[in-house]
């Protein structure tokens, strides 16, 4: 607790230090990726386009089976595309013991971790343990008797001069983008409302779907990721981009202490029902596996994939939201809602059916009697984002003002991958992350997993 408290208050620069004179080696040559136990198309993803810096070669530890199998035929798919094909050279070690395998032989300097989330804690603190960089998917932990785990991985990448970060998508989404960056402008959006339970100053909501299409193919899952124990329930899975963005948006390059900064008011759960047809659909599985039979019932399978928080961070009341269908309506995807509430503009993220699906941010008047005061201070400080994001315009609405957004702009989900890891590896060039980064990621995580204790009505 004492080290970590010197981490959050003085200890960046030594961090920084410790982390810049381990990597100095990579400064100076390619990075090399190690991947682990690829359970989750997102470890594909990270390689959907070439890195700069990072070496073609890349050295993927697993178990024999159809996860190893998919993940190579992504990769593959990347390789033989037709436009912009990527040139990865794959080299397989499976079997039993790939972990103990991955950790003899040090092929590379950082490894990547998405799949089974009830390991990834393991793997994560063996991994900093032994001195590599790690970059894993989220959620790093899905219990709240996981936490301390993470606190004390985090302690160890300090003391190894190592990098642990998550991949956090949804920051390089552009209309999230553009909503934060209007929300930093005092002339439009003022300070931001403290909100309350019942009108929370932000909501974020995020609808899911379990059929869908990845890299222009049907997405098959792998049985376990309908087990919460093992994939995590939903208050602990997406949510995780949803309480970064609040962070990321309202306390924008802040270092946010998970002991003081947040309190918990209320958290829920449910779940999606799925009939067996739906699961085979998704899986290719005929029967129930022997582990999800506990959440059987008169033939369906109940998935705790759905959940709400409600909690103060800072003073701030926000609201975070998922949900999971099965399938989305004929020419729809996943979903986003966001609403950041300003004593003079509230900045709204809407995809429905009116805006065909596409994520679209809207800039509307706290108050109807500012509405003219409103759109001079717009046009005042467009010119600012302008000349950060060119071709961002404004086109008046009935609520105030639609945010327009060349097309170029919308590189969707799956290249935000890429986008995540040529940052990371950035920082592994400069030897270190924003001071904030660390203990926002605690703060994060303390965020979900308390959320699940009071839903189960554990604490």
């Given at each position: ?118 390991r990834k804690i393991e793997y994560i603190a063996l991994c900093v343990r032994a001195g590599l960089n790690v970059l894993a998917d989220k959620p790093m932990v899905i219990e709240a008797s996981q936490f301390d ?36 402008i005092p002339e439009v959006f003022g300070d931001i409302e403290p909100g309350t339970p019942d009108r929370p100053a932000v909501t974020k909501e995020s609808v899911h779907h379990f059929s869908k299409t990845v ?245």
């Amino acid at each position: 607790m004492k080290a970590l408290h010197g981490w959050m208050a003085a200890g960046a620069a030594v961090a920084a230090s410790v982390a810049g004179c381990r990597a100095l080696g990579l400064r100076e040559r390619t990075v090399r990726i190690l991947t682990l136990d690829p359970g989750h198309f997102h470890a594909a993803l990270v390689q959907k386009t070439m890195l700069p810096g990072v070496s073609p070669q890349v050295h993927v530890y697993a178990p024999d089976g159809p996860e190893l199998e998919a993940h190579l035929k992504r990769i593959e798919s990347f390789n033989r595309r037709a436009e912009n094909p990527t040139r990865w050279e794959t080299v397989v070690h499976r079997g039993p013991d790939y972990l103990d395998r991955m950790l003899a032989d040090r092929k590379g300097d950082v490894v990547v971790i998405s799949g089974n989330n009830r390991r990834k804690i393991e793997y994560i603190a063996l991994c900093v343990r032994a001195g590599l960089n790690v970059l894993a998917d989220k959620p790093m932990v899905i219990e709240a008797s996981q936490f301390d785990q993470l606190r004390e991985a985090f302690e160890t990448a300090r003391r190894k001069g190592v990098l642990l970060y998550d991949i956090m998508t949804e920051r390089y989404e552009i209309t999230t983008v553009l909503q934060r960056e209007f929300s930093r402008i005092p002339e439009v959006f003022g300070d931001i409302e403290p909100g309350t339970p019942d009108r929370p100053a932000v909501t974020k909501e995020s609808v899911h779907h379990f059929s869908k299409t990845v890299a222009g193919a049907p997405l098959i899952r792998p049985t376990w990721f309908f087990d919460v124990a093992q994939q995590g329930e939903g208050l602990v899975d997406v949510t995780t981009h949803l309480v970064d963005l609040i962070q990321w948006e309202c306390f924008p390059d802040q270092i946010l202490d998970w002991r003081k900064d947040i309190e918990m008011l209320s958290a829920r759960r449910w779940a999606t029902v799925l009939t067996a047809e739906q699961f085979k659909k998704v899986t290719g599985a005929s029967e129930w596996p022997a582990f999800l039979r506990k959440d059987v019932r008169d033939g369906r399978l109940h998935v705790f994939s759905n959940g709400e928080m409600i909690y103060r961070l800072r003073g701030i009341c926000a609201k975070v939201s998922v949900i999971w269908n099965f399938e989305a309506p004929p020419g729809a995807g996943d979903t986003h809602f966001s609403i950041l509430r300003g004593r003079r503009a509230n900045l709204v993220i809407r995809q429905g059916v009116e805006e065909q699906w596409v994520p679209t941010l809207y800039i509307e008047p706290a108050r109807e009697e500012e509405r003219a005061a409103l759109g001079a201070a717009l046009q005042a400080a467009l010119p600012t984002v302008q000349a950060r994001y060119p071709g961002v315009s404004l086109s008046p609405v009935p609520n105030g003002w639609r945010v327009e957004v060349p097309k170029s702009y919308h590189v969707g989900h799956e290249a935000h991958f890429s986008q995540v890891a040529e940052k990371y590896f950035r920082f592994l060039k400069e030897g270190r992350m924003p001071a904030w980064e660390v203990p926002n990621m605690l703060a994060k995580y303390y965020t979900t997993t308390r959320a699940l204790e009071m839903a189960r009505g554990q604490r």
